[in-house]
């Protein structure tokens, strides 16, 4: 049983009208995300459909089948026959065509490379291997819910190799480098298994990189490897890249990455600095499928369990204080809730409201401040009297705003 509830803001006795901004200096990450905006123009993402190709584009699509057809060049890719008149073919001939800005010639050079690749590296059958990285599932690089678009989320983070043993591990030798490389393809596959290579569908992914403490100059050979690999054969597979958790150096990572990076892939850069993680990410997924460590509803064992509980969303201004009532409760019914606030550093607490005006009102938990890096809460309590669930967040004493999502679930009493 579920009902609407009302949030109420009241503001701190003491806020004051705010004043005028001072003049600052902008922080390095900022001069360099209004960089990054002035250069790379927005990402457009393409529909697919011939029908809306430009005439250019459609001879050059038509041009490209000819091609193969005369090459000989036969096979499949992800399952899907190159030649033969099926749909998801022109969509991933169009996603070759415009990775070489539909430059026939290139395209058809690209596809015969990939295919070579595929073969020799057995790309086909690679998701089903055991390659020994069961520790860094779910750490390092793992596929994750979706995003408001549908499209499958896929999360990087590389900041457990600043731990010697474990660098040494993964990458002490090549051996070790092309098995970790293989390993990082294998989820790429998984992500692209889920896409729909259909025109008007699903056909890409979005990547969240995590570069908190990411060792920058023990990783750059394994970095320049990877993503010269997948721009060579993933072409076009991505939507968008978010970074979060960006750290001042990172002027030197996107200059070491550049030259391996097209124009258009620059396009689909989204910069987050650290204390904006879940506001960046809340703009592209739902909290339910933001993994807790960012500030969302997710926790690992959740997506085993079908689709996530939608959550609803509030903002939480500098100087308000948030009240979320939960009415209707019946005695001896169950209330279980989630709630999160991105960055935290705010007051929070929950007490049980009877309706009964003889009854006091229960403080299920008490005022605490809760830090920026703790996860969500998640709790319960059932009561013996009716009335209504209220959730406190206090954010009186900053004047920042921040985003936050809740979402609950009443069980009635059993007969």
Same mark, same amino acid.
């Given at each position: 049983?579920?009902?609407?509830?009302?949030?109420?803001?009241?503001?701190?006795?003491?806020?004051?009208?705010?004043?005028? $901004?001072?003049?600052?200096? *902008?922080?390095?990450?900022?001069?360099?995300?209004?960089?990054?905006?002035?250069?790379?123009?927005?990402?457009?993402?393409?529909? /697919?459909?011939?029908?809306?190709?430009?005439? %250019?584009?459609?001879?050059?699509?038509?041009?490209?089948?000819?091609?193969?057809?005369? %090459?000989?060049?036969?096979?499949?890719?992800?399952?899907? $026959?190159?030649?033969?008149?099926?749909?998801?073919?022109?969509?991933?001939?169009? *996603?070759?065509?415009?990775?070489?800005?539909?430059?026939? @010639?290139?395209?058809?050079?690209?596809?015969?490379?990939?295919?070579?690749?595929?073969?020799?590296?057995?790309?086909?059958t690679i998701v089903d291997e055991d390659l020994g990285f069961k520790d860094l599932e779910g750490v390092v690089a793992y596929m994750h819910g979706y995003d408001r678009e549908g499209h499958p989320v896929c999360y990087n983070a590389y900041g457990v190799f600043r731990d010697k043993e474990m660098y040494e591990r993964i990458f002490g030798d090549d051996e070790k480098l092309k098995r970790f490389l293989r390993w990082r393809v294998q989820v790429l596959e998984r992500g692209i298994n889920l896409l729909h290579f259909k025109p008007g569908g699903v056909n890409s992914l979005i990547q969240v990189t995590d570069l908190k403490d990411m060792p920058k100059r023990e990783l750059r050979v394994a970095s320049n490897q990877i993503l010269s690999l997948f721009q060579d054969n993933y072409p076009e597979m991505v939507a968008r890249k978010v970074f979060i958790n960006v750290p001042w150096y990172f002027s030197m990572l996107y200059s070491m990455f550049s030259p391996f990076i097209t124009q258009r892939t620059k396009s689909k850069f989204v910069i987050s600095k650290e204390g904006n993680v879940a506001e960046t990410l809340y703009k592209f997924i739902r909290p339910e499928n933001v993994p807790v460590q960012y500030g969302g509803l997710s926790r690992p064992d959740d997506l085993q369990n079908g689709p996530p509980k939608p959550a609803s969303e509030f903002t939480v201004k500098g100087g308000e204080k948030v009240n979320i009532q939960i009415d209707g409760i019946e005695a001896g019914a169950t209330m279980t809730w989630d709630i999160v606030v991105g960055g935290w550093d705010v007051e929070y607490s929950a007490e &049980?409201?009877? %309706?009964?005006?003889? @009854?006091?009102?229960?403080?299920?938990?008490?005022?605490?401040?809760?830090?920026?890096?703790?996860?969500?809460?998640?709790?319960? &309590?059932?009561?013996?009297?009716?009335?209504?669930?209220?959730?406190?967040?206090?954010?009186?004493? %900053?004047?920042?705003?921040?985003?936050?999502? /809740?979402?609950?679930i009443v069980r009635k009493p059993t007969a």
């Open positions: 049983m579920e009902a609407s509830s009302p949030i109420s803001i009241q503001p701190s006795p003491q806020e004051q009208p705010e004043a005028s $901004p001072k003049p600052f200096k *902008k922080s390095f990450v900022s001069s360099l995300m209004e960089a990054a905006t002035l250069r790379s123009p927005s990402f457009k993402e393409d529909t /697919y459909f011939v029908s809306n190709l430009k005439s %250019s584009e459609k001879k050059a699509l038509q041009e490209l089948k000819e091609k193969l057809s005369a %090459s000989n060049v036969s096979g499949s890719m992800w399952g899907i $026959p190159l030649l033969g008149g099926d749909e998801r073919a022109d969509v991933l001939l169009l *996603k070759f065509l415009r990775a070489r800005d539909f430059r026939v @010639s290139d395209s058809l050079t690209m596809m015969q490379k990939c295919l070579a690749w595929r073969k020799e590296f057995r790309a086909d &049980f409201v009877p %309706s009964s005006e003889g @009854s006091y009102t229960i403080a299920i938990e008490k005022p605490r401040r809760i830090a920026a890096s703790e996860e969500p809460v998640h709790n319960s &309590f059932t009561s013996k009297e009716a009335g209504g669930l209220v959730l406190s967040i206090d954010n009186s004493a %900053s004047r920042r705003r921040k985003v936050a999502a /809740y979402r609950y």
